[in-house]
């Protein structure tokens, strides 16, 4: 069986690459949700090889994900990393990063399919703190409704979640407002948001 070359690029969401990142903690998963370092072992001995120069490449878990750990200095300010070249099986992957330099620090995911003996090139995205929070604020307020969050703490994280994003009360009404149009008839949406449209009314303080 011949190996697939995955090629890995580290931007901001500028598309610039970001290269003040010190160290990287890779995730390469199968699309079944299997690590790659554990499906085949030999992959991070052959990256020890090809980044002997490194002071760090291994596995290690950090926020229940099994990662590879590439550092060229293992320090702030150290040599940047912005590309990674790994051998992997032919198959289909999921592949983001956990970045380590001054402000957002996960990557957006991309999947991959890596054809025997071929070689892919992929680029993953790091977004600004605001843009993340942006979109976290819907999704993250209708699961707290749906498991029964007390409404009291809701409202702080409503709060907090609109300082982040640097977005007013009023936008944020107006966009649940859209999404209850676009939901239709279903009663559960409808539900939610309304119970997230008056959590948003009585978050405490001035966001407007």
Known sequence: MSYGKLNIWLRYSDCSLITDCWRTDLVIKTCAGKPVVDMDP???KKLKAQYAGYKSVKVHDYADERRIWLSPDDRPGGRPVY???VDVPPGCYVVWTRVCYRRNE????VM???GCGGEVCVNLLLDAVE????????PI?????KIGLPKRDMQVVAKVLMHVADKPRKAVLAELDQRRKEVGKDRGLLKAI???KKIVQGTPGKLD
């Open 131 to 138: 843009t993340c929070s942006k979109e976290l604020i819907y």
């Open 42 to 44: 030999t992959i991070i």
């Open 83 to 85: 590309h990674i070249e």
């Open 112 to 114: 991959v399919i890596v």
């Open 194 to 196: 309304s119970a997230v």
């Open 106 to 109: 996960e990557t957006n995911k």
């Open 141 to 145: 307020l209708e699961h707290g409704v």
